[in-house]
């Protein structure tokens, strides 16, 4: 039996604690309202830790954007990979209405990367991620439909009323046929 390092176990949850904060002061405030210190403050722990676990606020929005990508993963990623039309929307729909806070924390993070290049291998994780779980038979395939999911989660969280599972299950049914690379001519080479 493998004795576990209690400091770096309380570390590892102080990190995630910090990420996690970080992620709701963006989901409250934008990332113009991420410091160490609204951070800390969020967190509730001492002003000085976000700045020794991440000396810089690149640092913590980078840390922040590969925690929401593998918590992402983990959540939404085998649904949209793997789902049936009808759990996709369902997905969908929540990550636009009761979830959107988060979604719109996330979309700003990401977005974030287009103008601050160190930010960007963090975003493109979760590119990464999807294939990797995916394991499509056609990867151009499957990224066209990951941007395509990108859109309506982007025009969902842009609408006066949140479109419902009901909605996007014929665009998501759609999609899927491309997803699979189903009904598709073979590309040539």
């Known amino acids: 039996m493998q004795k576990v390092d209690g400091r770096k176990a309380r570390g590892e949850k102080?990190?995630?604690?910090?990420?996690?904060?970080?992620?709701?002061?963006?989901e409250r405030e934008g990332v113009a309202g991420v410091t160490h210190r609204s951070v800390a403050r969020e967190a509730g722990?001492?002003?000085?830790?976000?700045?020794?676990?991440?000396?810089?606020?690149?640092?913590?929005l980078i840390a922040t954007l590969l925690w929401s990508a593998e918590?992402?993963?983990?959540?939404?990623?085998?649904?949209?990979?793997?789902?049936?039309?009808?759990e996709i929307a369902k997905c969908l729909a929540r990550a636009v209405d009761e979830n959107r806070g988060r979604t719109l924390a996330e979309y700003e993070l990401y977005l974030l990367a287009g103008r601050r290049p160190e930010l960007k291998p963090a975003a493109r994780r979760w590119l990464d991620l999807a294939v990797e779980v995916a394991e499509p038979k056609d990867?151009?395939?499957f990224?066209?439909?990951?941007?395509?999911?990108?859109?309506?989660?982007i025009q969902g969280l842009i609408a006066d009323v949140a479109p419902n599972?009901?909605?996007l299950?014929?665009?998501?049914?759609?999609?899927?046929?491309?997803?699979?690379?189903?009904?598709?001519?073979?590309?040539?080479?």
Request: glycine residues 4%; contains cysteine; negative net charge.
């Open 14 to 26: 102080k990190r995630r604690a910090i990420v996690e904060a970080t992620l709701r002061v963006i």
């Open 45 to 60: 722990v001492p002003t000085t830790a976000p700045t020794y676990y991440y000396a810089t606020l690149d640092d913590l």
């Open 71 to 86: 918590e992402l993963c983990d959540d939404v990623l085998h649904v949209v990979a793997h789902g049936s039309a009808r």
């Open 139 to 141: 990867p151009v395939a």
């Open 143 to 153: 990224r066209a439909f990951l941007a395509a999911v990108d859109g309506l989660l």
């Open 165 to 167: 599972e009901d909605e």
């Open 169 to 189: 299950e014929p665009i998501v049914s759609f999609l899927i046929c491309r997803r699979d690379d189903s009904g598709l001519p073979a590309r040539e080479q």
